[in-house]
Every structure is written in structure tokens, then in C-alpha cells.
């Protein structure tokens, strides 16, 4: 089962506007525990919202918004994807990340297998993950 970890936190906390040394080190020991349990697909941490940009979306039309997002309380402010067994063992994973502000919500990931596999997209996509060498799951 793969599983989303979402930081949020607001951006002007220390760990995220200008993390110190020691929370670095810390971050990377984790990080360091989920490779050695084989359990990381993916990490990565997240520039600020004042670098980016939303889209909205009202039919055919797109309205493209410079940040930065202050209205947003929970802005994304970095992202782990894992291969666990379980979502208790992803929520055993989150409760290890060395945060002393924001949160993190843990968030299954949607698998090919929960769609109907005689579907044509889902096929095709079968056919693309393979390409990209990602494991079939169905």
C-alpha cells in the first residue's frame, strides 16, 4: 500500500523558512531510517507558496493566481510517499519525523487495482507504469 505524508506547516515556522543545522541532521536521519526499512518512494520538501502559483478551474476556463498564498492556514510544505504494509505503519512512520511544529497528514495513495481492470485507461496506464518500471499492483 503506498501512503502520502503531507507536512504542513505555515511557512515562516523555522523548519521551514531556514531549518538549522541540527534539524537538517535530524531530518536526514529519518529520511536515512525510511531508506534502510525500504520504505521511501519518494521525499521531497517544498519552495515556498510565494514561488508558485494556483490555477482554477470554472469549465473550460483557467485563471492562473501568483502566491504568495497567506489566505491558506495549511499551506504543503513537503511530501514522502512509502510502500508499507499497513496505514498504521505509515502513521508509526509519521509519528518518527522530527518536527517540532506543523503537521502531517498521512493519506493513502489510489491504486490501479481499485478500478475496474477491464477498463481502457486503466490498461493503458498499466502499460505506462510499466514503461516507467514502477511494479504492477494488479
Known sequence: MKF???LQSDESSPEIAGPSDEALNSMGRYNEELM???VILAG???HPSSEGVRLEYSGDDRTVT???F???KELIAGFWILQVSS???AIEWARRIPLQTGQVEVRQVVGLEEFDQS???VQKEKVWREKLGEPRTA
Open 4 to 6: 502520502m505524508l503531507i
Open 36 to 38: 534502510a526499512a525500504g
Open 44 to 46: 521531497e520538501g517544498l
Open 66 to 68: 501568483d502566491g504568495p
Open 70 to 72: 497567506t489566505e491558506s
Open 87 to 89: 496505514k498504521e505503519e
Open 119 to 121: 477498463n481502457e485507461y
